[in-house]
């Protein structure tokens, strides 16, 4: 197995021609072996970022891009040795599901036997063994995404780069997709970079998160730590629903004050109505199977969603108090 590349940004920065800011400069460091979740809303820069580390765009002057210890900022795309599967795949129609795995081989002027092979390995790999000679247009969604990654590793590239790869799937196969995906890379132990915007599939498949925002980096960390401690309000608001009401807090139930603080929905404790607290009214009621979900309103208007087991009894009209069982800065 091929040493893992670690990818250092320095100051990496993206400006257009108009003088518009599509990169502030950042700097980011991708560990070897790891997957790496660019998350944030449409226009953010992921998209552009990822594009420099594949050296579709140049970046700024001033910016480094280094695959482990080699400066690649001024190398094309071809040099760089980066595999990548954008969103719409990028597939040839004309060509069966072996040809388009082989074509990068067949590029590099591998000898046609171990292409053979690489094809081979790559289609056990997605288990696609038995469509090998399948045209394109005869594959399902779920298929052309097996390809188009088993071209990208067919290369042996030594990064690979995913742009929204599963954003053109059904909800529930992009779902059994996001397990498989997960699972293959921590087994393939590449240095990943995926970009998307939906928070749970940065969730599974990253090994760390990066949230943008308007061209800049707001926080970078795993999973759990960018969802309990947000950096920014940004960042606890892109990562799950949060919530925000006024208050103060007394052993962390809620009375009247001018203070703000944030929470998840699902946790908060409800009290039976208590005299020194705010109050507040269960608005409406939501059976959700696993969930219940509640609408709740306070004595002065504020409004917002608690996420309860699906035993609770709760019902509308009900009078409560309101414990933050951790609560957030906002």
Known sequence: MKHPVTITLEQCAKTWPDGSHALHPMDLRIEG???????????????????????LESADAGTRILFDDEDVSAQPPEARGVGVVFQNYALFPNMTVAQNIAYGLRIRKWSKAARQERVRQMLALVRLEALAERRIAQLSGGQRQRVALARALAIEPRVLLLDE????????????????????????????????????????????????????????????????????????????????????????????????????????????????????????????????????????????????????????????????????PA
């Open 33 to 55: 072996g790891r997957t790496l979740a660019l998350l944030g809303p449409s226009g953010c820069g992921k998209t552009t970022l990822l594009r420099l580390i594949c050296g």
């Open 165 to 328: 790869p599963l954003t053109a799937l059904d909800a529930k196969l992009r779902e059994r997709l996001r397990v498989e995906l997960a699972q293959m890379l921590r087994e393939l132990h590449i240095t990943t970079v995926i970009v998307t915007h939906d928070q749970d599939e940065a969730m599974m498949l990253g090994d760390r998160i990066a949230v943008m925002s308007a061209g800049r980096l707001e926080q970078v960390g795993d999973a759990e730590t960018l969802y309990r401690q947000p950096a920014t309000p940004f960042v606890g608001e892109f990562l799950g629903t949060l919530c925000k009401v006024r208050g103060r807090l007394e052993h962390g139930v809620l009375g009247s004050g001018d203070e703000t603080f944030a929470f998840r929905p699902h946790e908060v404790e409800l009290l039976p109505a208590l005299p020194s607290s705010q109050q507040a009214r269960v608005t409406s009621r939501f059976f959700l199977g696993a969930t219940l979900r509640l609408q709740l309103e306070l004595d002065d208007g504020q409004a917002f969603p608690v996420i309860l087991p699906a035993d609770s009894d709760h019902r509308v009209g009900e009078a409560v108090s309101l414990r933050l069982l951790r609560p957030l």
